[in-house]
């Protein structure tokens, strides 16, 4: 949640409740990885520096929630983390991963050079906290 609350612009409402975290993860269906600072599972009290969340169905799996800390971006985590999900995605009989983002959100830069690549757009599908409409843009990424 700490990773959660620092990665996610509050402007946006991005960010999860602990509730709906935890009622995502009884479902069954989805699930969590963890990465250190280091690219390791953290162990030992050590700080998490990104997670994802995902909810694998027949063949696919989306990715629900990613996140890196601010003082943890630019060090190759993201990217070795959607590297984990994918394996991870892959070892549970995916064989395309969807997720889906807010128009201009600064992590499609990372997602688009892991290999994603937009396949439809839902207008004014978002709403900012200031009011703003925003597009919600999704993307594939067939294995």
């Known amino acids: 949640?700490?990773?959660?609350?620092?990665?996610?612009?509050?402007?946006?409402?991005?960010?999860?409740?602990?509730?709906?975290?935890?009622?995502?993860?009884?479902i069954g269906n989805c699930?969590?990885?963890?990465?250190?600072?280091?690219?390791?599972?953290?162990?030992?009290?050590?700080?998490?520096?990104?997670?994802?969340?995902?909810?694998?169905?027949?063949?696919?799996?989306?990715?629900?929630?990613?996140?890196?800390?601010?003082?943890?971006?630019?060090?190759?985590?993201?990217?070795?983390l959607l590297r984990e999900f994918a394996d991870a995605a892959r070892n549970r009989g995916a064989r395309r991963l969807l997720l889906e983002m807010r128009r201009g959100n600064p992590a499609e830069t990372l997602y688009r050079r892991f290999g994603f690549a937009p396949i439809g757009e839902r207008p004014n599908y978002y709403r900012s906290r200031d009011g703003q409409t925003i597009d919600a843009i999704t993307f594939s990424f067939d294995m």
Do not use: C, K
């Open 1 to 26: 949640m700490a990773v959660m609350n620092s990665a996610f612009d509050p402007l946006y409402g991005e960010a999860w409740t602990r509730r709906q975290v935890e009622d995502a993860l009884v």
């Open 31 to 80: 699930h969590y990885q963890l990465i250190s600072p280091s690219g390791d599972d953290p162990h030992d009290g050590t700080p998490a520096a990104g997670f994802y969340l995902s909810r694998h169905g027949f063949e696919e799996e989306e990715l629900l929630l990613f996140a890196i800390d601010p003082a943890w971006r630019r060090r190759g985590l993201g990217l070795s």
